[in-house]
């Protein structure tokens, strides 16, 4: 009897089954709602940044009192740096806002360099330049990078009063998470006087460094989950939601003009001759000095040795003044 039972039962569920596959096997046809039958399928940068600082946060009150409680513990921070640890922040969410505050609180009177490890444009050259030119005020400074930090390292050690506070958003950004930039870091980061607080995103970012950087780093790890949203660590990542055809064509046009070679001293003087604004070298030097001393003018070394000039000025405040005095 049991048999039977069994083999009726095998005989009603192998129909079953063939008419599931049959069923199943009907052709997939792909859906056509893409973003090009949207009414506006892109939207300009400035517009979607817009509309979404306009969406009222989940949980508002929590994360605040959660921002509130790693606020608690800037002090902690503070005595982690001054006795020669590099404090750096992990966890869930953005930690921009959080460490905007610990500079605005803690850092109000001290030497601050903050650099933004997200930037696709930004270099470690530039880094230096703004400790050697900016915090230092070296004249001379070497060009070659090794070079130049060697120098830092001594004008540092050699005054134990000064001091610089060095702030990285996303010490594992696109940018700086290289080898050769992390070795660069990781030398700033074991001179005495300078005090590094960093914060990482990237779940693998500890695989970056290897035994001799986290020495010379001498990290002490804070979690500081905040489920803040990652509003301007995003800005740069490419988006389907976004139009970029004028505003790819006008970042590109900008980085292009950025990495532009500075004018040699040279050709400026020769360009000054013949308009027949100064008679001699030296004529020039005394004009530009007063520009120097403003730092609306910099002077830096190339690799050949000659004098560059550049104008650390953005454009449109250029054209702001000259339109002013034009007026």
């Known amino acids: 009897m049991s048999d039977e039972i069994s083999d009726s039962s095998v005989a009603t569920a192998v129909p079953e089954m063939e008419d599931f596959f049959s069923r199943s096997s009907s052709k997939v046809v792909t859906s056509n709602h893409t973003l090009n039958r949207l009414k506006t399928p892109r939207?300009?940068?400035?517009?979607?940044?817009?509309?979404?600082?306009?969406?009222?946060?989940?949980h508002k009150n929590a994360i605040n009192s959660l921002c509130k409680e790693h606020e608690s513990q800037f002090h902690k921070w503070m005595l982690a740096l001054r006795e020669g640890f590099s404090v750096i922040l992990y966890?869930?969410?953005?930690?921009?806002?959080?460490?905007?505050?610990?500079?605005?609180?803690?850092?109000?009177?001290?030497?601050?360099?903050?650099?933004?490890?997200?930037?696709?444009?930004?270099?470690?050259?530039?880094?230096?330049?703004?400790?050697?030119?900016?915090?230092?005020?070296?004249?001379?400074?070497?060009?070659?990078?090794?070079?130049?930090?060697?120098?830092?390292?001594?004008?540092?050690?050699?005054?134990?009063?000064?001091?610089?506070?060095?702030?990285?958003?996303?010490?594992?950004?696109?940018?700086?998470?290289?080898?050769?930039?992390?070795e660069i870091l990781s030398r700033l980061a074991r001179v005495d006087n300078i005090h590094?607080?960093?914060?990482?995103?990237?779940?693998?970012?500890?695989?970056?460094?290897?035994?001799?950087?986290?020495?010379?780093?001498?990290?002490?790890?804070?979690?500081?989950?905040?489920?803040?949203?990652?509003?301007?660590?995003?800005?740069?990542?490419t988006s389907m939601l976004v139009q970029h055809s004028g505003a790819v064509a006008l970042a590109s046009l900008r980085n292009v003009f950025q990495s532009l070679t500075s004018l040699p001293f040279r050709d400026?003087?020769?360009?000054?001759?013949?308009?027949?604004?100064?008679?001699s070298d030296l004529a020039l030097r005394a004009q530009l000095t007063e520009f120097l001393d403003h730092h609306l003018v910099k002077y830096r070394r190339s690799i050949d040795g000659s004098e560059l000039l550049n104008i650390p000025v953005d454009h449109a405040t250029l054209t702001q003044f000259v339109d002013q005095q034009e007026k």
């Open 43 to 58: 939207l300009a940068q400035g517009r979607l940044q817009h509309l979404l600082g306009k969406i009222e946060p989940s």
């Open 91 to 182: 966890g869930v969410g953005s930690k921009r806002i959080l460490l905007q505050r610990f500079q605005d609180e803690c850092l109000q009177d001290k030497p601050v360099l903050m650099v933004n490890g997200f930037f696709p444009s930004l270099t470690i050259k530039e880094m230096l330049d703004c400790i050697t030119d900016d915090i230092l005020e070296l004249e001379n400074c070497p060009v070659n990078v090794h070079e130049c930090i060697d120098r830092i390292e001594s004008e540092f050690r050699s005054d134990p009063q000064l001091e610089l506070y060095f702030i990285v958003h996303n010490i594992d950004g696109p940018t700086l998470h290289t080898h050769k930039n992390q």
């Open 196 to 237: 590094l607080v960093a914060s990482v995103d990237h779940i693998n970012a500890p695989l970056i460094w290897d035994q001799k950087k986290l020495g010379r780093f001498n990290f002490l790890w804070w979690d500081v989950t905040s489920l803040l949203p990652y509003t301007s660590e995003t800005s740069f990542e």
């Open 268 to 279: 400026l003087y020769w360009q000054c001759r013949e308009s027949l604004l100064v008679s």
